[in-house]
């Protein structure tokens, strides 16, 4: 199997529950330390073999591509409709081709030395198993529940080491599971997920999302697989001014 050297970040949200920051500063350019978010997870992509970023923007961030413009492993996909990740991946088919490809959120940065080892194995499950995907899982509290894509799997059968094979994935459901464990926003995916989003329907406020064709592939039967966070990671949240400020903290040098 080829090589998976492209990514895609959706990053043209609106960023309304970062306002008022975002009036002046799309969020994925808030400062993180010395860097912008972005910053970081294009360099754990890079770091981890990626040779080609896709990143869907607001066709007026001029700010995020001026700062991106020497950066020849970066080019920029416009997307001005606000509906969605899912739309926002949609708008990347034609960078990707028919190539396998990985999907970081722009708001989800990982701290820890070991995240481009972590990716470089996701990279590799997928290469190597006869897989649709596999995703990034992580625990999580269970008043964290409704706001995140929360993965199933038969929890007596997960070891720190191993994959599993996940059996559900919804997002913010509205009942929380007894140990919760959620998407960590790192995606590596087979290039039918086209398909399987413009199959897909819209949620309740007309946003396209990623995890229902997720979804669609599990129900059907394909095998997508969950791959822990190694030990010394962690996964932030810089889409709310509480993660924000928690991740400032961790992040200064």
Not at 23 to 47: A, D
Not at 88 to 97: P, R, Y
Not at 142 to 163: H, L, M, Q
Request: with cysteine.
């Amino acid at each position: 199997m080829p090589k998976i050297t492209k990514a895609v970040i959706p990053a043209a949200g609106k960023g309304t529950r970062m306002r008022p920051l975002t009036n002046y500063i799309s969020k994925p350019m808030l400062p993180l330390g010395k860097k912008p978010v972005l910053e970081h997870i294009i360099e754990e992509l890079k770091e981890a073999g990626i040779k080609e970023v896709a990143v869907v923007a607001e066709s007026d961030d001029q700010k995020m591509v001026d700062y991106f413009e020497d950066d020849t492993s970066v080019q920029f996909v416009f997307d001005d409709s606000y509906s969605g990740p899912g739309s926002a991946i949609l708008k990347t088919e034609s960078f990707v081709g028919k190539e396998d490809f990985v999907v970081t959120f722009a708001d989800a940065p990982l701290k820890g030395s070991g995240r481009a080892t972590y990716l470089k194995d996701l990279i590799s499950l997928k290469r190597e198993e006869d897989v649709m995907g596999v995703l990034a899982i992580y625990p999580i509290g269970k008043e964290e529940a409704s706001s995140r894509g929360v993965v199933k799997f038969e929890v007596d059968k997960y070891t720190n080491d191993k994959r599993v094979r996940l059996t559900d994935i919804i997002e913010k459901p509205s009942s929380t599971p007894k140990e919760p464990w959620a998407t960590a926003c790192r995606y590596v995916l087979d290039n039918k997920i086209f398909e399987i989003l413009k199959e897909t329907t819209l949620d309740n406020n007309g946003e396209l999302q990623l995890t229902p064709a997720i979804r669609k592939m599990i129900t059907k039967g394909d095998l997508v697989l969950g791959y822990p966070l190694a030990d010394g990671l962690t996964r932030h949240d810089t889409g709310n001014f509480e993660g924000y400020f928690k991740a400032l903290r961790t992040f200064i040098p």
